[in-house]
């Protein structure tokens, strides 16, 4: 059974406006989630964290937001640009140290 | 900073021959590596987990004595891929991560092609 899903395998955005993506999790002990993108053949890069202490964590253009009671996350990425297109994970952890549990991935493409 | 490198990043090899695929943290002490391996549009699958010095714990249905993890140091980490069949050809990346912390950060890959 998958711990956390991301339900949408693509998603398609036009350049300047807004990409969320999102991510659902089962295992209520999971207290740390990540983002990583991700290009063709290359390894995920990290790009924004969460602790479940929190609700949102903000960077750049980069922003998580955590719903605990849902176990629902979601990144927003604002404002898209071309650059963004690659395939986003979710991931989660239980404990420091602790496996990496991820999700399908999204494959966002943003459009100029 | 936190940069982790593999090598090769890719690598032909004939049917029953063995590869080495290192895996180093260039910027940082590794205290636990993972290697993970990913097929074509799927998701990353974790293969084991590491901790410098000690044994390495593999996951479900992973083959302890085809895939031979060494982590002998905070900065190196290798997989031997053991008599490789075209079966085992994939990507495979290595991610490692600091103590205490949550982060893993990704080496670029490494795609094993067998013949």
């Known amino acids: 059974d998958q711990q956390v899903k991301q339900n949408s395998p693509s998603l398609s955005v036009q350049e300047g406006r807004i990409s969320i993506l999102n991510c659902d999790y089962t295992n209520s002990m999971f207290d740390y989630f990540l983002w990583y993108k991700k290009y063709p053949a290359e390894g995920p890069t990290f790009l924004i964290s969460i602790s479940s202490i929190k609700d949102k964590n903000e960077d750049g253009r980069f922003t998580v937001f955590l719903n605990k009671s849902a176990k629902h996350l979601s990144l927003h990425i604002v404002p898209s640009q071309p650059g963004d297109s690659a395939v986003y994970f979710c991931a989660a952890s239980a404990g420091s140290q602790g496996n990496l549990i991820f999700g399908k991935g999204t494959k966002l493409s943003v459009k100029p | 900073g936190a940069v982790v490198s593999q090598h090769p990043s890719w690598v032909i090899c004939k049917s029953g021959t063995s590869v080495k695929i290192e895996c180093r943290s260039l910027d940082f002490q590794a205290t636990t590596m993972f290697w993970y391996r990913q097929f074509p549009k799927q998701s990353l699958m974790l293969m084991a987990t590491?901790?410098?010095?000690?044994?390495?714990?593999?996951e479900q249905g992973v083959e302890k004595d085809k895939f031979l993890i060494n982590h002998a140091s905070l900065t190196l980490s290798t997989l031997t891929v053991t008599s490789a069949h075209p079966e085992d050809s994939s990507f495979y990346i290595c991610?490692?991560?600091?103590?205490?912390?949550?982060?893993?950060?990704f080496g670029p890959g490494t795609r094993l092609t067998v013949t």
């Open positions: 991610s490692a991560s600091e103590q205490g912390q949550y982060e893993q950060y």
């Open positions: 590491s901790n410098e010095g000690s044994k390495a714990t593999y």
